[in-house]
């Protein structure tokens, strides 16, 4: 078993939608959790970062942390065309894991449709 | 201007061939990592490197060796020892505070 679990899609919403991504994770260590956006071919790109559990709202987007669940979520409101993209979680122990070295999800590819 | 800059954007090896991936920053990070991104499987961590003049494998630094002689540069070498090198390889730096990375554009290596 993975230490993190992601559903690999593809997703696919109409313009406007509300997207939910989600990721789970079996490491009680983690306790920084990230969720990057990359486009096709390009580098992944830091858009939420959560220290510990509870919500961060940015815009558009709400990142929640349930670690008693080990769940975390990415919301993406009023979803555009421009948001198709592929979304990966990723979460550290910080510096006790070693490092701050990061585990990735395996990422959720999003389409939004006109 | 601040970033990570990443070069060549594509490459080609031969098979037996070593070659070197370069990696850039000027936003004056301490830590830098690499890490190799396949289809299905993620990114997966090579090396890292948390200050100059010293460096830890990650989980799949078979085939792969670098160097850290400066704090702004972080060479990957890709050898022939490496079975499977064809890959989109990314390099990540990490300043101090919370445990985001900020990525580059990639290297994408094609073995011929």
């Known amino acids: 078993q993975k230490e993190v679990e992601q559903d690999p899609g593809p997703l696919s919403v109409p313009e406007g939608a509300i997207v939910s991504l989600n990721c789970t994770y079996s490491?009680?260590?983690?306790?920084?959790f990230m969720w990057y956006r990359q486009y096709s071919r390009k580098g992944p790109e830091l858009l939420m970062y959560?220290?510990?559990?509870g919500n961060k709202e940015d815009g558009r987007f709400t990142a929640q942390v349930d670690k008693s669940s080990k769940y975390i979520s990415l919301f993406i409101r009023d979803s555009q065309p421009s948001d198709s993209a592929t979304y990966l979680c990723?979460?550290?122990?910080?510096?006790?894991?070693?490092?701050?070295?990061?585990?990735f999800g395996t990422g959720t590819q999003l389409k939004v449709e006109l | 201007d601040g970033g990570i800059t990443q070069s060549p954007k594509y490459l080609f090896r031969k098979e037996g061939q070593n070659v070197t991936l370069s990696c850039e920053q000027n936003?004056?990070?301490?830590?830098m990592y690499w890490y190799r991104q396949d289809p299905g499987q993620g990114l997966r961590l090579i090396y890292y490197?948390?200050?100059?003049?010293?460096?830890q494998k990650g989980d799949i630094a078979e085939g792969y060796s670098v160097s850290r002689e400066k704090k702004e540069s972080f060479p990957l070498t890709v050898t022939s020892a490496q079975k499977n090198p064809t890959a989109f390889y990314l390099c990540?730096?990490?300043?101090?505070?919370?445990?985001?990375?900020?990525f580059g554009p990639g290297t994408r290596l094609t073995v011929l």
């Open positions: 990540a730096s990490r300043g101090q505070g919370p445990d985001t990375q900020y």
């Open positions: 490491n009680s260590a983690f306790q920084y």
């Open positions: 959560t220290y510990s559990s």
């Open positions: 990723a979460m550290s122990a910080g510096v006790t894991g070693g490092g701050n070295k990061l585990t």
């Open positions: 936003l004056n990070h301490d830590a």
């Open positions: 490197s948390q200050i100059v003049n010293d460096f």
